[in-house]
């Protein structure tokens, strides 16, 4: 695969990539259509930053935080998404804590630099819960294997 990575944070995830195969997403008939088109957004956006942006053990972590999630018994990577917990962080804020790595003593302000750094004015798109998923799982799909 190649990647086209010289745009401007921020640009039409349309014209963001040069690929031999169009992305995809398998997006589920029992979600309202709005929040498939707003988790594809979010897709293409995680595909542009891993491959383009993350460093490799950033995708990692996430596709371990998915594995974690899959098998505790409390909650699923799908229910993660489904609505912001009661711990007092958002998910957006979780999600970037897991893929700056929290041993580094990541802070809130940390996830929010994070996300404006990435997504530029699109930042508070990750407030949405389709959209932050399908970035995780972009990133996850198309990010460095170990």
Request: net charge positive.
């Amino acid at each position: 695969m190649w990647y086209n990575c010289n745009f401007p944070v921020g640009d039409d995830v349309s014209r963001t990539t040069k690929r031999h195969a169009p992305l995809h997403i398998a997006v589920s008939h029992f979600m309202p259509v709005n929040n498939a088109l707003i988790q594809v957004e979010g897709y293409r956006h995680g595909t542009r930053w891993a491959n383009c942006r993350a460093a490799p053990e950033q995708p990692q972590r996430l596709a371990i935080l998915r594995q974690r999630l899959d098998a505790a018994r409390s909650i699923s990577w799908k229910t993660f998404f489904a609505e912001n917990g009661p711990c007092g962080y958002t998910r957006a804020e979780l999600v970037a804590f897991e893929i700056l790595g929290t041993e580094s003593g990541v802070k809130r302000a940390d996830a929010g630099l994070f996300w404006k750094d990435v997504l530029g004015d699109k930042s508070s798109k990750v407030d949405q819960l389709p959209f932050l998923r399908g970035f995780a799982e972009g990133a996850i799909d198309h990010g460095a294997r170990p």
